[in-house]
Antibody
Framework: QVQLVESGGGVVQPGGSLRLSCAASGFTFSSYGMHWVRQAPGKGLEWVAF????????YYADSVKGRFTISRDNSKNTLYLQMNSLRAEDTAVYYC????????????????WGQGTMVTVSS | AIRMTQSPSSLSASTGDRVTITCRAS??????LAWYQQKPGKAPKLLIYAASTLQSGVPSRFSGSGSGTDFTLTISCLQSEDFATYYCQQYYSYLALTFGGGTKVEIK
């Protein structure tokens, strides 16, 4: 079945780095734009980053621009989020999510979400 | 960035009630609006996209309406499994997608 599985979360000190992965299965990964969305404990949803189906365009929330990098490997059906210069306010559950429609340019709803991976930034 | 304002932030209702949640965009977003349901410890689930189109498999008691800046999610007859938090999301501005603050639907 269609599935997204995140991994790579953990506890990291402020200023540290972490790389999240999202393994996709059950659909043609290379045909869909992908997103990262986060949710701080007890808070709402915050969109973090988008990458076009072919990797040609990437967009970021202002809160992570210059510190986070989204990428994908279509040969491995895997999405990544490289997080550098981490801050306490980056503490959250990070979800990967799939664009609903094929080859959408980022202006789409998210029809499939992973289960999330927790990132805690603390000394 | 386009700001999405949901109201109320929480509500108490009983099984069988009709529930309405509103979402207002700070600028026009046409019909580029989605609604999600999230239960504690779970990922969000897509309920409605394009403001009023029901996602496959979602019960027909859920409906969405609106365009431009004002949108509504209605649950016509609240069921026990509907107690959750609901979020609206605009996807008009691909440079910065934004969610509303959420509406928690609790049991009265």
């Amino acid at each position: 079945q269609v599935q997204l599985v995140e991994s790579g979360g953990g506890v990291v000190q402020p200023g540290g780095s972490l790389r999240l992965s999202c393994a996709a299965s059950g659909f043609t990964f290379s045909s869909y734009g992908m997103h990262w969305v986060r949710q701080a404990p007890g808070k709402g949803l915050e969109w973090v980053a988008f990458i076009r189906y072919d990797g040609s365009n990437k967009y970021y929330a202002d809160s992570v621009k210059g510190r986070f990098t989204i990428s994908r490997d279509n040969s491995k059906n895997t999405l990544y989020l490289q997080m550098n210069s981490l801050r306490a306010e980056d503490t959250a559950v990070y979800y990967c999510a799939k664009d609903f429609h094929i080859a959408a340019a980022g202006t789409d709803a998210f029809d499939i979400w992973g289960q999330g991976t927790m990132v805690t930034v603390s000394s | 960035a386009i700001r999405m304002t949901q109201s109320p932030s929480s509500l108490s209702a009983s099984t069988g009630d009709r529930v309405t949640i509103t979402c207002r965009a700070s600028q026009g977003i046409s019909s580029y609006l989605a609604w999600y349901q999230q239960k504690p410890g779970k990922a969000p689930k897509l309920l409605i996209y394009a403001a009023s189109t029901l996602q496959s498999g979602v019960p027909s008691r859920f409906s969405g309406s609106g365009s431009g800046t004002d949108f509504t999610l209605t649950i016509s007859c609240l069921q026990s499994e509907d107690f959750a938090t609901y979020y609206c999301q605009q996807y008009y501005s691909y440079l910065a997608l934004t969610f509303g603050g959420g509406t928690k639907v609790e049991i009265k």
